[in-house]
């Protein structure tokens, strides 16, 4: 099946400063979508992604599909940006079905 | 917030029992997922539901079976609890729509001792 990396797997940033977490992926995919687990354990949709770039805020991600990895990028970032960031990549084309990335664990420090 | 719910929030239970945790979706989301998180694991899907009584296996389906009776609720069922099945679990929903994401319920904390 499908492997997912994630990279780095541990970032601590000073509050303000700019970070790219990167997710790649062995085989091409229709649907790659983000995801924020903050300290409480609640997982929040941040992007859905299969290509492209999107921005929402402080947050954007660029998927380049055809290179198979997607690029988080955290500007000006905050202590509440805290938590685990996971990508997601459907297993199998057409099926719905997500595989998860093993995370990056982000500290943002006062 | 999606209206997701997961029942129980917080079980602990011995090893060999059964245990069924439930998952309601107020949504009427065709997908539903569960998904086991262990630390240094990630997120791991156990199985998936595509439909009413459609439901397939995902990575670590060993151990656990599902059922899909109504739209609204997915349950998984831990046959006979083991110690290597102390996780968190949470359940997932998505729609058919492009641009459907994922969204999670909050989870629910198993220890079987």
């Known amino acids: 099946g499908i492997q997912v990396e994630q990279s780095p797997p541990d970032l601590i940033l000073q509050e303000g400063a700019n970070s790219t977490l990167r997710c790649n992926f062995s085989?091409?995919?229709?649907?790659l979508q983000w995801f924020h687990q903050n300290p409480w354990g609640q997982l929040i949709n941040l992007f859905y992604?299969?290509?492209g770039t999107k921005q929402n805020g402080r947050l954007s991600a660029t998927t380049v599909a055809t290179e198979r990895y997607s690029l988080l990028y955290i500007s000006s970032s905050q202590t509440t940006d805290s938590g685990v960031y996971f990508c997601?990549?459907?297993?199998?084309?057409?099926?719905?079905?997500?595989?998860f990335g093993t995370g990056t664990r982000l500290k943002v420090l006062a | 917030d999606a209206g997701i719910t997961q029942s129980p929030r917080h079980k602990v239970t011995e090893t060999g029992t059964p245990v069924t945790l439930r998952c309601h979706q107020t949504?009427?989301?065709?997908?539903m997922y569960w998904y086991r998180q262990d630390p240094g694991h990630g997120l791991r899907l156990i199985h998936y539901s595509y439909g009413v009584k459609d439901t397939d296996k995902g990575e670590v389906s060993d151990g656990y079976s599902v059922s899909r009776s109504k739209t609204e609720d997915f349950l998984l069922t831990l046959e006979s609890a083991t110690s290597s099945q102390t996780s968190v679990y949470f359940c997932?929903?998505?729609?058919?729509?492009?641009?459907?994401?994922?969204?999670f319920g909050n989870g629910t904390r198993l220890t079987v001792t």
């Open positions: 992604i299969p290509s």
């Open positions: 085989d091409s995919v229709n649907n």
């Open positions: 949504e009427n989301h065709r997908y």
């Open positions: 997601a990549v459907e297993w199998t084309s057409g099926t719905y079905k997500y595989i």
């Open positions: 997932a929903i998505s729609g058919t729509a492009d641009n459907s994401p994922l969204h």
